[in-house]
């Protein structure tokens, strides 16, 4: 089904791709859109760990440098019957986090400074085993081929709109063909990604409790991190707005409403699924106050 959905995502955008080209250049840009929408979906698809990573400047964590959290992502690993993802980390105040990878062997997780100083042991447990839920379900591939490729669509749709002017001869609806190429094609294209996007959140909630065993520390880092992501901002998350459907919780300042045009569900069911969920599974590990030390943290833990 995961191989079914992405080859879905892949085929919608690169009609989509080509819908843009017809739209700017007629027959011939839609040719030209075409070659472009394989070319970016086939290095998206081989360098997708890669091209998540540098966007959000993520530095590799080892064994040496942070040995309780290279200790509780390895643990969680062995519980989802996953080899050991690479870690990475993210320097910034928003707590957040996104795991990537093509495939379980190349997968990897990558947590922000923030999340490390907020969260206690056991919600970071839970943060871990939801991006190790994303990874198990192949989900880091799709989100993150959809990230790339969306930021591409809307690369493309600027393009046009510097440039179509001079292809009116070949554009079927003239201006209003760059216009809507404009307008409309990034929206197509964040439609896609919502899609699936806010569904597999809800996947990767109940796996990621199953894997940890506590629904109730994920639900507990889900209440803390939404309420400072939406006040903390998340620099390289704001410059590539596209892949922000791969974070744990929407990293983009002012978006927090569970409507069509967001990247993720509301947090609140989220937290509400969880609690049903531990109900049915009976009381989880004790909260324990502590939190992860990580080589070169600033700042206390708030």
Known sequence: MNYFRTMLLLAAMTALFMGVGWLIGGTGGMLIALLFAVGTNAFAFWNSDRLALSMHHAEPVTRASAPDLHAMVSELAANAGLPMPKIYLVRSDQPNAFATGRNPANGAVAVTTGILQLLDRDELRGVIAHELAHIRNRDTLTMTVAATVAGAISMLAQFGFFFGHSNNDRNPLGPIGVLLAVLFAPLAAMLI?????????????????????????????????????????????????????????????????????????????RIRALEAMAGGMGPGPALRESSIPVTGRRGARR
Do not use: C, W
Request: no cysteine; net charge neutral.
């Open 193 to 269: 990604q919502m899609t699936i996007s806010r569904t597999r959140e809800y996947s990767a909630d109940r796996l990621g409790a199953e894997i940890s065993g506590d629904p109730l520390g994920l639900a507990g880092a889900l209440r803390k991190i939404s309420s400072y992501a939406g006040r903390l901002e998340l620099p390289s998350a704001e410059r590539n707005p596209a892949s922000a459907s791969m974070f744990i919780v929407n990293p983009l300042t002012g978006a927090r409403m569970d409507n069509l045009f967001s990247t993720h569900p509301n947090v609140e069911n």
